[in-house]
């Protein structure tokens, strides 16, 4: 094996949404509150990790689990949270389509007061049309339009945390004599998830890092690899790619296979149908990475993401690492069925077992006893 060595970052993608991301009436009871989040990114904090990042999402997919029926948002939700804990990364994340660009570096702005400098900035741009149609805030544009908005949405919120008075007349803002103080103290990170190659360029060209499902799945390894190919191409070797891991841990393998095999026996199928007829309904629906993956998903009928890992933690722990070192990771956002004791498995086992095989973290660094242990 490959034992060159790589400091990793390492995230936990908080469960805003009632249900996380089993989709399954055997799932388990995660609340979509701000209170269990907390808990959950000051645990995550505790543990070492670089930072908790928010997905934004505005409407559920029902099904008798009331999959995601009920779902925080994304920026207040890192507000609190950063007011709640002192070291870790704060990332939220923006429809770019939905916010006029200058209330977005304001509040960004704001919530690098509120943390001292730790907030980042997730871009989507938009892909489900249910979602952001439901309140009137769907535009009707293709997948090249919407990252066309994405273009000039950030350049001008660049532009307002650097510059004194922005004018800019563009195809979708028009600013006139705009100041937007105070600055952030720090530029934030910006990632982008989309995973289509315009998804990707869009992200290269602006923005320091790539978000995108990951496994040990060879054609996911190569869609890391993709992304620092392009990264390289375009003269940015600090580019960071960050991979999406769904982690089902136990104590033997075979445990964490049955956990995965009692979700699937109660998998939502009226949710995912729900899920996969709403990404479909796109008139870009074939360019779009999200659509075809949860279009994809509804016809494997599986509670969970596509790719997820189940296994003991050093079966998890080598697995992961092995993506990293061949997708060349620079970081893993983790999912994991239940964020409170499963979080634990990861970063007390998973993640300090990594270093065996090859892949180093900050996790030790950064990590404390934990309040209630
Ligand atoms: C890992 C990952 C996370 C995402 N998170 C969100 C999210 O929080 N909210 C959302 O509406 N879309 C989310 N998306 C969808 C994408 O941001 C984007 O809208 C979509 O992938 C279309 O762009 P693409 O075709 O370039 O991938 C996510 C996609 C991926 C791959």
Partial sequence: ????????????????????????TNGPDLPGTYEYNRAVTVLAEELGFDFALSMAKWRGYGGPS???????????????????TKRIGIWGTVHMMIFPPAVIAKMVATLDQISHGRVGLNLVSGSNPHDLGQMGLWRDLDHAGRYALAEEWIKVVKRLWTEERVDHKGEFFELTDCMSNPKPTVLPPVI?????????????????????????????????????ELAAKAGKPEFKSYG????IPGAT??????????????????????????????????????AQYFIDQGEKVSSVLGGAMTGS????????????????????????????GD????????????????????????????ADA
């Fill in 192 to 228: 982008c998830a989309g995973a289509s190659d315009r998804g990707f360029q869009f992200t290269i060209d602006n923005c320091n890092g790539s978000f995108f499902p990951a496994s040990d799945d060879p054609a996911a390894i190569a869609r890391g690899r993709r992304a620092k």
């Fill in 343 to 370: 979080l634990r498995i990861v970063g007390q086992q998973i993640v300090p077992m990594m270093t065996e095989f090859g892949v180093e973290t900050n996790v030790s660094v950064h990590s404390r006893p934990l």
């Fill in 253 to 290: 393998d075979a445990e964490a296979q049955e956990r995965l095999d009692y979700f699937d026996a109660g998998v939502d199928r009226v949710a995912l149908a729900t899920q996969s007829s709403e990404y479909a309904s796109d008139k870009s629906a074939k360019q779009n990475f999200a």
């Fill in 313 to 340: 933690a050093e079966t998890l722990a080598r697995r992961v690492a092995k993506t990293i070192i061949e997708g060349q990771l620079d970081g893993i956002t983790i999912i994991v069925p239940d964020f409170i």
């Fill in 66 to 84: 009331k999959h995601w029926d009920i779902t925080l948002e994304s920026l207040t939700t890192m507000a609190g949270l950063a007011e709640a």
């Fill in 1 to 24: 094996m490959n034992m060159e060595r790589r400091l990793t970052e390492v995230g936990v993608f908080i469960p805003v949404g009632n249900g996380g991301w089993v989709t399954s």
């Fill in 244 to 247: 999406l891991f769904t982690l």
